[in-house]
């Protein structure tokens, strides 16, 4: 696991990036920092449609501009709403992380503050061919 402090800066970047975050049909803003294990954080907002499904959440978001970048191992990700309330990751978004290793540590906040949990935990096994 992470330490509190980096989970705590991750956290942070998540937050600071929850304001772009394009959500004019739920109102909900998530912002999504993702922890590369070459030291690159990658963030990214969740992306409504008009056509609801077309949505792409924060965390996918992430996940796709670090894969962009050439990452394919992953430390941690953070992810904060942008309203400042409780947040966590939906189970699509556990199944694509889960892509790249269970191993990853999860920043969220939970009703007493920030936690810090394995994928392994939230997405006990998961679908791999
Ligand atoms: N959303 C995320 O981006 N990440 C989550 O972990 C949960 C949900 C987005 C999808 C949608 O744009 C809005 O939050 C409300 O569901």
Redesign the pocket.
Known sequence: MMTAVDAKALFQQATEVAVSAY?PY?G?G?GAALLAKSGQVYVAV?V?NAAYAS?I???RAAVAAAVAAGERNFKAIA?AAANGSP????GA?RQVLSEFGVSIDVVTTGLDGLRTESLEFLLPRPFHL
């Open positions: 959500a739920s909900f998530v969740n409504e949505t959440c924060a965390e992810i947040i966590s990751p939906c978004c």
